[in-house]
Every structure is written in structure tokens, then in C-alpha cells.
């Protein structure tokens, strides 16, 4: 089975760009979740979904970040403008639901740059 | 509030040694699973093991194991024989759908460095 795939691994961009980070979640997982990992904040959940419904976004940092998943298959999460601050590694991951046993699986994660 | 707390920021063993590393939770939840994560140097979030809150043995995963104390709520992973490949940071995290909605929440993280 394939796992969470992310792409792109790494990105490097400059300030006041678009960047989007896309995720596959592993088949039938019906739980995706986006962290954001920095030296100082450690891992930090943004947002994650159930069924492709947003279910907390209570950790997007601000309004430049959103997150989308427009089927089971796929989701996207989007930084405009980016910012020097946003420099770090974002994960994405996914499980099953309904018990608390369910073991998530993280991508091997996106390096973002922003200069 | 639901927390986890890593309360060792780096720790050293030398090879072929066991160590433990330290994980206390809190949650009000009454149903809750633990887990734990290696982040090797590369990058990656590996699984490591998982244990329930309702399980009535530890859990034990080839050479890691969970030592579950749940009126202390604590959930330390022991490493046996240690090895150069167990490097790495070490996440302790929690899971728990009553009242955290299915998300897993991270502890700090603690840095393992095996020495030879």
C-alpha cells in the first residue's frame, strides 16, 4: 500500500509568492490532517478534515493559509502571501476514524523556504 | 485541557544500553490512545507503538516498549539495546475522540543520541 504522499518535498520561494502543498492521503483513510513543524513551536496541527470536511481549522495561523480537500483523495494547502515566518516543514497525515486507536500516518513531509 | 508533556530535552545512551523516555498526558477523556513517534534526521514520522488507555497489558513492539501507568498518567517508552540507528527525536502523542474530536496532540519531543 502507498502511503501519505506529499509533494512537493521541498520548496523554496520568495516573499509575497503563492505556495501550494498537495497531499494523497493513504486509500479509505477518512481523517487528514496538516502540522507544521519549526524548530521553536515544535508540531503544531493546522487543520484536519473527516469525510473532506474541515472539522478544526483552529490552528491555521492566519488568514494568508487555507486548506482545502475537494475529494477523499486529495488536498491542498495554500499560503498567499508567503512570508520569511512561514519557513518550515509541513506535514500531512492520515488515519481512519472512530477510534482513538487508529494509528496516523504522516507523509514524509514538504521543506518550505521562504526568502 | 488535553497536554502531553516530554519533560527530557535530550538524552544519551550509550549502545547496546536501555533507556526510557519520559511522557505524562492530560486529558479528560475517557477513552484514549497513546502513542509514540521516531523523527529521524531525514525527516520522516515514523510509528513506533501505540497503547490503550483500556489495555491491561503494556504494549511491546520488538525491541521498544511502553511502560502504561495510567493513574500517573504517564506512558514512557523504553528502548532495549540500544542502537547508532536509534538516533533520533522521539514524540510522545495522544489521541482521543470525546473530547479532542480525533486529532493527535504532540509532546515537545526528545532528542536520543546513542553514543558507540
Known amino acids: 500500500d502507498a502511503g501519505v504522499i506529499q509533494s512537493p518535498r521541498h520548496e523554496v520561494t520568495e516573499m509575497g509568492q503563492e505556495v501550494t502543498l498537495r497531499c494523497k492521503p493513504i486509500?479509505?483513510?477518512?481523517?487528514l490532517f496538516w502540522y507544521r513543524q519549526t524548530m521553536m513551536r515544535g508540531l503544531e496541527l493546522l487543520i484536519y478534515?473527516?469525510?473532506?470536511?474541515?472539522?478544526?481549522d483552529s490552528g491555521m495561523p492566519e488568514d494568508r493559509f487555507s486548506a482545502k480537500m475537494p475529494n477523499a483523495s486529495f488536498s491542498t494547502l495554500k499560503i498567499q502571501p508567503s512570508e520569511p515566518r512561514d519557513s518550515a516543514v509541513y506535514f500531512c497525515?492520515?488515519?481512519?476514524?472512530?477510534?482513538?486507536?487508529?494509528?496516523?500516518?504522516f507523509g514524509e513531509g514538504s521543506w518550505l523556504t521562504v526568502v | 485541557a488535553q497536554k502531553i508533556t516530554q519533560t527530557q530535552p535530550g538524552m544519551f545512551v550509550q549502545e547496546k544500553e536501555a533507556v526510557t523516555l519520559d511522557c505524562t498526558y492530560d486529558?479528560?477523556?475517557?477513552?484514549?490512545?497513546l502513542f509514540w513517534y521516531k523523527q529521524p534526521s531525514s525527516g520522516e514520522m515514523i510509528f513506533l507503538i501505540y497503547?490503550?488507555?483500556?489495555?491491561?497489558q503494556n504494549a511491546t513492539e520488538g525491541r521498544y516498549s511502553l511502560n502504561f501507568q495510567k493513574a500517573r498518567k504517564s506512558a514512557n517508552l523504553v528502548i532495549s539495546a540500544s542502537q547508532l540507528g536509534d538516533s533520533a527525536m522521539y514524540f510522545c502523542?495522544?489521541?482521543?475522540?470525546?473530547?479532542?474530536?480525533?486529532?493527535?496532540?504532540f509532546g515537545q519531543g526528545t532528542e536520543l543520541s546513542v553514543k558507540p
Open positions: 497525515a492520515s488515519s481512519l476514524g472512530g477510534f482513538s486507536g487508529n494509528t496516523i500516518y
Open positions: 486509500s479509505g483513510h477518512d481523517y
Open positions: 478534515f473527516n469525510n473532506n470536511v474541515p472539522i478544526d
Open positions: 486529558t479528560s477523556d475517557p477513552s484514549y490512545g
Open positions: 497503547q490503550g488507555s483500556y489495555d491491561q
Open positions: 502523542a495522544m489521541r482521543a475522540f470525546y473530547n479532542q474530536g480525533g486529532k493527535l496532540i
